[in-house]
């Protein structure tokens, strides 16, 4: 691949993916929700109906910093969707809560992504020492190699992390819309949030992809 073409890619695309997932959000946060529930009460009435009255809804600071915790059983709702009833709101809400869902189920990706994470963390961030040290010195390829492998594990992190994402908003989809959250025209508006949030998770992985493979080119290709 050309490298100006590859480098277009690892910067460009991340970037569009913010870009997509910042202004999907802001267009529909602005948008009311006709079921007048706060992402908070999206989240207690999801939860409730699928037997989780064991798992929290809180409020946390940040803008889209909204998650779920498998181990302290708590969905986090950033300010915003937290307090305030928008078709924005409603899809994060009921995404987090898609999550919890998965947890309960015992979902396989979700439980792979959740033992895998503090190795990742750990391989993802040393293997660039490796990595440096293996392309600084060219008598030095096993460490290149070495820091491949770690970063790999990372890779595999970011790929088991599309199904899980994908799964919990198809989850969310299908509570929203069976509960009478939402109607109309705001399951579409819904799935658009939710589809430009999943973008950031395709673009970030297939730029590690990316750069996984143009290492182990480089690797392969010395003597």
């Keep these: 691949?050309?490298?100006?073409?590859?480098?277009?890619?690892?910067?460009?695309?991340?970037?569009?993916?913010?870009?997509k997932v910042k202004s999907t959000y802001n267009k529909y946060s602005k948008v009311r929700s006709t079921s007048g529930?706060?992402?908070?009460?999206?989240?207690?009435?999801?939860l409730d109906?699928?037997?989780?009255?064991?798992?929290?809804?809180v409020e946390t600071q940040g803008v889209l910093s909204d998650h779920y915790n498998p181990v302290t059983k708590i969905v986090a709702l950033s300010s915003q969707n937290y307090h305030e009833a928008s078709v924005?709101?409603?899809?994060?809400?009921?995404?987090?809560?898609?999550?919890a869902i998965q947890d309960k189920e015992a979902y396989a990706f979700l439980r792979f992504r959740h033992r895998l994470a503090p190795v990742a963390g750990i391989t993802s961030n040393a293997s660039w020492f490796f990595i440096m040290a293996g392309l600084i010195f060219s008598s030095m390829n096993s460490l290149l190699g070495i820091g491949i492998i770690m970063m790999a594990v990372?890779?595999?992190?970011?790929?088991?992390?599309?199904?899980v994402e994908f799964n919990a908003s198809?989850?969310?989809?299908?509570?929203?819309?069976?509960?009478?959250i939402i109607r109309n025209e705001e399951e579409k508006h819904a799935k658009k949030v939710l589809s430009a949030a999943a973008m950031t998770y395709v673009a970030a992985t297939a730029v590690a992809v990316l750069e996984l493979l143009r290492l182990l080119t480089i690797f392969l290709n010395r003597d």
């Design 154 to 163: 990372g890779v595999v992190f970011q790929v088991v992390t599309l199904p």
């Design 88 to 99: 924005a709101g409603t899809a994060v809400a009921a995404h987090e809560v898609g999550h």
């Design 49 to 57: 109906h699928n037997g989780l009255q064991d798992v929290k809804v």
């Design 37 to 46: 529930m706060t992402g908070a009460q999206v989240a207690r009435l999801i």
């Design 1 to 19: 691949m050309n490298f100006l073409v590859y480098l277009g890619i690892i910067i460009l695309l991340p970037l569009y993916a913010q870009f």
């Design 170 to 180: 198809s989850r969310a989809m299908t509570q929203i819309v069976e509960l009478g």
